[in-house]
């Protein structure tokens, strides 16, 4: 039978693990704050703060829901709970949303590791604030480093993949995010004593609603379904190898908490930096990687810290790197029945490809525009703000009207073991206030209404 010969996870821990491990990368270090930045600062958190609630746990939910139901990939689990309708559609654009994320996401993946490197041989000590800046523009425009760590990246992501669940993503996941979160906390106490913190903070946390545009809600909602891992089936797939007695209720609110104090952790350990070092807060994609090193140096023991920081920033993007390939690999495999090992060495190429163009966006292929945008710029925000919304769009369509209130709560109650009382809350949520939402924010977003 297909379900005995599926890998699973071994734990509860390893499933929030695991699932923690896809939502928390990147997207709350790296994106969260530059988007914050970009997009007025505290108007901009209040917002990403209601959509978590009322979006991004109801898509969360609805995808264990129909992954562990179906124990199958995106595509072959729609197949099975809607057989002979267009539903697989939605996970056709999942898998194709995930080579798309996955080549920009490892490109900035290989940034880490050259700060990791960088951190390691002391090429932060004694810069100026211009230095540090400069040093991050003249390796993204270069062409061989970003490329070389790009493709090191992968090749780390495709060999925990081939492992498996159990004894790949779990085993390192379970080991990995909870040091992350200690160095986070290290980094905040440094960061909030640093002379001129509280206007960093007060751009953080104070929302000033004349800043407040279509644009910045779509961008929060966009962030929301990014951050989550939500709206292109990586929880679907992961829901698929979730035991039966796991509350999947449960994981979808502690996996959607650690995520979001994560990304505000992260605001507070980067703001009163950008503002203590006079750094514009909408400076874009290199936000970061410009602030952080700044603080290292003013602190003691910091050559440490940037070493610590930088790996764990690395761990952190594996642990979501992995969750993504994974998506494309139980596809292959699944479909095209392969082997896991087949399947991982198809995906890596072919997102290899599509990567090293996104790694030249600043150097070697920067003339290439689409839109205005660089190949870069285009995969962030198609990917962001337009499919994982009109996937999670669907999948809460699917949930709350085709697949039946009854297999719905039979799902939720494990086979009717448990109480699951939030049951009608949830039903409501994903029949009318997540689609509409959705909807409203999407179309207002892209000037259609
Ligand atoms: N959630 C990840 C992050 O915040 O870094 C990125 C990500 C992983 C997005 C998996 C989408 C996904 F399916």
Do not use: C
Not at 23 to 31: D, E, V
Not at 285 to 313: D, R, S, W
Request: glycine content about 12%; proline content about 4%.
């Amino acid at each position: 039978m297909q379900t005995d010969q599926r890998d699973s996870f071994g734990s509860r821990f390893g499933v929030i693990a695991a699932a923690a491990g896809s939502a928390i990368g990147l997207g709350n270090i790296w994106r969260f704050p530059y988007v914050l930045g970009e997009n007025g600062g505290g108007i901009f958190l209040l917002i990403y703060l209601i959509l978590v609630a009322m979006v991004g746990i109801p898509v969360m939910l609805s995808e264990f829901t129909i992954g562990r139901s179906a124990r199958r990939n995106p595509y072959g689990s729609f197949r099975k709970l809607a057989p002979g309708k267009p539903w697989y559609l939605v996970g056709l654009v999942g898998i194709a949303a995930a080579f798309m994320i996955l080549a920009f996401y490892t490109v900035v993946a290989g940034w880490t590791l050259e700060y990791l490197y960088q951190a390691i041989a002391n090429g932060f000590s004694g810069k100026s604030s211009t230095d540090i800046n400069q040093m991050f523009d003249t390796f993204r425009a270069g062409t061989f480093r970003p490329i070389l760590w790009f493709l090191i990246f992968m090749l780390m992501t495709s060999w925990i993949v081939i492992s498996g669940i159990r004894k790949g993503i779990e085993k390192y996941t379970k080991v990995l995010m909870p040091f992350l979160f200690i160095l986070i906390l290290i980094l905040d106490i440094r960061a909030i004593t640093l002379p001129g913190a509280g206007e960093g903070l007060k751009f953080l946390f104070k929302p000033d609603i004349s800043k407040i545009s279509a644009e910045t809600i779509l961008e929060a909602l966009g962030q929301g379904f990014f951050s989550l891992s939500i709206g292109m089936g990586t929880l679907i797939t992961y829901g698929s190898y979730i035991g039966n007695r796991e509350r999947l209720g449960n994981t979808a609110l502690n996996v959607t908490l650690a995520d979001t104090l994560i990304a505000i952790l992260a605001g507070v350990a980067i703001f009163p930096a950008v503002f203590a070092f006079h750094i514009p807060p909408g400076e874009g994609t290199g936000l970061v990687f410009k602030t952080l090193p700044l603080i290292f140096q003013e602190m003691t023991g910091g050559y440490v810290f940037a070493i610590l920081f930088f790996l764990l920033l690395s761990i952190a993007a594996l642990t979501s790197t992995i969750s993504v390939l994974e998506v494309i690999v139980a596809f292959f495999s699944e479909e095209l029945n392969i082997s896991r090992k087949a399947a991982t060495i198809l995906a890596s190429l072919t997102v290899g490809l599509l990567g090293v163009l996104a790694a030249g966006s600043w150097g070697w292929f920067s003339q290439f525009h689409i839109l205005k945008q660089s190949v870069f710029g285009i995969l962030d925000f198609t990917t962001a703000n337009i499919l994982l919304p009109l996937g999670g769009f669907f999948i809460v369509i699917f949930v709350g009207w085709f697949m039946g209130t009854q297999k719905v709560q039979m799902e939720l109650s494990n086979g009717g073991s448990l109480k699951a009382g939030y049951l009608p809350v949830f039903v409501f949520l994903v029949r009318y206030v997540a689609p509409l939402a959705i909807a409203l924010v999407f179309m207002n977003g892209l000037g259609w209404i």
